[in-house]
């Protein structure tokens, strides 16, 4: 081959050998072209009035979140509305749920009952979903049976340890001394003040952004 052609020709090789490599950069470093998207998460607030009042979809801007908080819930409510959450198909669900059943006097061990049956059905029919339980919120001492909660969160977790759960213990940040909700948190003794949802989304940030 006569010398003239040499030089064009190892620049057209080099040519090719680049756009090979850059063609396997663009399909993955195997090579093989990678066609997934990263998994979008879907996250869902399962609850009562409490998860109802929360701006969840503005908390945590630019996710995937539904709120099914209902106001008025208890446990059995969850558990006879689950197909609501069975159709969201989420990837992340964040569930508080029993201070209308400890108000409403239930005993706390039918109350913990109907929660292992609502664990139950989503562990079956939602396997792949990360489950935050978390604990119930105080409330002031005007409501009856308030003092209850400390020990229905006590067994909540338990609970939770049995079952592998992460359980989430939101109480402490809304207690006074004397262990019930703190005035400057609510303006009816149960709900919480917009200005209090700030300290659980804090809370709470790193398991729903992660």
Known sequence: MSGRYIKPLCGVMVLLVLLALLSGCAKGGDGIENTQEPMKQKIVFFGDSITYMGDWESYFEGYDVTNLGVSGDKVQSLIDRIEDLY?????????????????????????????????????????????????????????????????????LKALCDERGLDYIDLFPLYRDKSGYLMNGFTKDGLHLTPEAYGLWVEEIRKLVEE
């Open 87 to 155: 159709a969201e198909k989420p990837t992340k669900l964040f569930i508080m749920v029993g201070v209308n059943d400890i108000l409403s006097g239930f005993d706390t061990k039918d109350v913990i009952a109907d929660w292992r049956t609502l664990l139950e059905l989503i562990e079956e029919h939602l396997p792949d979903c990360r489950v935050y339980v978390q604990s119930v919120l105080p409330v002031s001492r005007d409501y009856p049976n308030s003092s209850e909660i400390i020990r229905f969160n006590a067994d």
